[in-house]
């Protein structure tokens, strides 16, 4: 919205009407689900010399020399002639021993940042690097096609992977063919998960029927565990209550670019666009004010939810909210289940977000 309204009790032209994410239904064309594989803008800056390992937890020291020596070795020439293909040459062998290396740990003990670290301190032209969550790699291949994602992530030096969960027994088998066909070209991987390699789907789905497609996909990577607790909370006070509508509303009014929006309204919104666009709807979004948050109703609606509250906080878009408090949008049947660690990474997330909300609130 344009328009100039004023909220009650303001003097008419002062405020200029919210946006709304539900009224936003964009469109992403595939090229720029390419070109938008970078680490996100949170982590544009972030290098290994930024990140401050706990002193408590040597493993965190351990993965920053381990990363760094990774980076370095990738500055020769790709494995299969720099992604150029040799018209009269065989097929080249797949490389000896792990392609890659997992980022297991907790949430908030710095997985991302070390990652696009990696990203960053790899000597390769950017175009020849992709960073991207396990959500978004799906989501390419379901824009591209397999054979064209393979085509076109084949002639890169590295393929970083956020947040590497099977979440779907689909995915299992097209991630784990995906990253072999990768491996066999000579891309080298680097993924960050909550769960170790040969873990994945363990509680989610019967392993067992997927144990050769997640033994397959786990040879590509070395596990580098990264011990610590969430820095998101680490001497950092508790998230602030929710406020009142009111209080919510007048803060949308008086923020530039800041978004309104109900709660339910907007979880049904985003059940009519893809996830792979919930990146898109928060552009040029400077704040994203929400009135009467409620308990999420399913499985199916919280994890799309989580989907926004990655790309948010991806963006770092503050997040203030009436209702219930965000450590209680999901059941203790949901954080007991399968997806338990998604629902706690959106929480710690949206924490975040509120803490960084609190100044637009009139004191």
């Known amino acids: 919205m344009s328009s100039s309204t004023a909220f009650p009790g303001q003097s008419p032209l002062a405020e200029t009407a919210p946006l709304s994410l539900c009224a936003r239904e964009p469109h992403v064309p595939a090229d720029r689900l390419v070109a938008e594989m970078v680490p996100p803008p949170r982590f544009d800056s972030v290098r290994?010399?930024?990140?401050?390992?706990?002193?408590?937890?040597?493993?965190?020291?351990?993965?920053?020399?381990?990363?760094?020596?990774?980076?370095?070795?990738?500055?020769?020439?790709?494995?299969?002639?720099?992604?150029?293909?040799?018209?009269?040459?065989?097929?080249?062998?797949?490389?000896?021993?792990?392609?890659?290396?997992?980022?297991?740990?907790?949430?908030?003990?710095?997985?991302?940042?070390?990652?696009?670290?990696?990203?960053?301190?790899?000597?390769?032209?950017?175009?020849?690097?992709?960073?991207?969550?396990?959500?978004?790699?799906t989501n390419l291949v379901g824009a591209l096609g397999f054979q064209q994602t393979v085509r076109t992530l084949s002639g890169h030096r590295l393929l970083c992977i956020d947040e590497f969960e099977l979440d779907d027994p689909g995915d299992t088998v097209l991630v784990s063919s995906l990253l072999s066909r990768l491996v066999e070209a000579g891309v080298a991987l680097a993924a960050t998960s909550n769960t170790l390699p040969g873990k994945l789907g363990e509680g989610r789905f019967a392993a067992a029927d997927f144990l050769?497609?997640?033994?397959?996909?786990?040879?590509?990577?070395?596990?580098?565990?990264?011990?610590?607790?969430?820095?998101?909370?680490?001497?950092?006070?508790?998230?602030?209550?929710?406020?009142?509508?009111?209080?919510?509303?007048?803060?949308?009014?008086?923020?530039?670019?800041?978004?309104?929006?109900?709660?339910?309204?907007?979880?049904?919104?985003?059940?009519?666009?893809?996830?792979?666009?919930?990146?898109?709807?928060?552009?040029?979004?400077?704040?994203?004010?929400?009135?009467?948050?409620?308990?999420?109703?399913?499985?199916?609606?919280?994890?799309?939810?989580?989907?926004?509250?990655?790309?948010?906080?991806?963006?770092?878009?503050?997040?203030?909210?009436?209702?219930l408090s965000f450590d209680r949008l999901f059941s203790d049947e949901m954080l007991n289940g399968g997806y338990r660690k998604k629902y706690f990474r959106a929480i710690s997330r949206l924490t975040a977000l509120a803490r960084d909300a609190k100044g637009l609130v009139a004191q």
């Open 212 to 323: 050769r497609e997640i033994q397959g996909l786990s040879a590509h990577f070395r596990p580098l565990r990264i011990d610590g607790e969430d820095y998101r909370h680490r001497g950092l006070p508790e998230a602030p209550p929710p406020y009142d509508d009111e209080q919510v509303t007048r803060a949308a009014y008086a923020t530039p670019g800041a978004s309104l929006d109900d709660f339910p309204g907007l979880l049904d919104h985003l059940a009519r666009v893809h996830p792979s666009r919930y990146g898109a709807l928060a552009d040029d979004i400077g704040a994203v004010c929400l009135t009467g948050v409620t308990a999420v109703p399913d499985q199916s609606t919280a994890l799309r939810l989580v989907v926004l509250a990655d790309r948010l906080y991806d963006r770092e878009v503050p997040v203030l909210a009436s209702g």
């Open 48 to 137: 290994f010399d930024t990140y401050v390992p706990d002193p408590n937890q040597p493993s965190q020291s351990e993965a920053v020399t381990v990363l760094a020596g990774f980076a370095a070795g990738l500055g020769g020439a790709h494995a299969t002639g720099a992604g150029r293909r040799r018209w009269f040459s065989k097929k080249p062998a797949a490389p000896a021993g792990p392609r890659g290396v997992y980022l297991d740990g907790g949430y908030g003990v710095g997985k991302t940042h070390l990652l696009a670290s990696l990203w960053h301190a790899t000597p390769a032209e950017p175009s020849l690097k992709a960073f991207g969550t396990f959500v978004e790699l």
